[in-house]
């Protein structure tokens, strides 16, 4: 059974850096493309990033370009997302999600492309 745990929300200031972690484990990781989502209140989850198995690939939400950086190490089975620059804009639940890869296809954006989700982390951002 694949398990995802996020790690590493928090509370910061605008303009503060935050890095959130996503274990994953039962699976083989290297074989997942990843994403991050984010939740905020009252709204739909959104795409926030996503990149491919091998890492070599990655895409971001416009809101979120620039800022934010998506990563992973499939020697510890893990993926990251480095938020700097955020705002309160930024503020949600955050979640990972993986997938098996199809060759030809790099990275997914949308929900209902990943298998697997872990259960989030808040990560609030003051002004």
């Known amino acids: 059974q694949v398990q995802l745990v996020e790690s590493g929300g928090g509370l910061v200031q605008a303009g503060g850096s935050l890095t959130l972690s996503c274990a994953v484990s039962?699976?083989?990781?290297?074989?997942?493309?990843m994403g991050w989502f984010r939740q905020a209140p009252g709204k739909e989850r959104e795409f926030v990033a996503a990149?491919?198995?091998?890492?070599?690939?990655?895409g971001y939400a416009d809101s979120v370009k620039g800022r934010f950086t998506i990563s992973r190490d499939n020697a510890k089975n893990t993926m990251y997302l480095q938020m700097n620059d955020l705002k309160p804009a930024d503020t949600a639940i955050y979640y990972c999600?993986?997938?098996?890869?199809?060759?030809?296809?790099?990275?997914?954006?949308?929900?209902?492309?990943?298998?697997?989700w872990g259960q989030g982390t808040q990560v609030t951002v003051s002004s």
């Open positions: 039962g699976g083989t990781f290297s074989k997942y493309a």
């Open positions: 990149i491919s198995w091998r890492g070599d690939n990655t």
């Open positions: 999600a993986a997938r098996p890869y199809y060759s030809g296809i790099d990275y997914y954006t949308g929900i209902y492309d990943y298998d697997y």
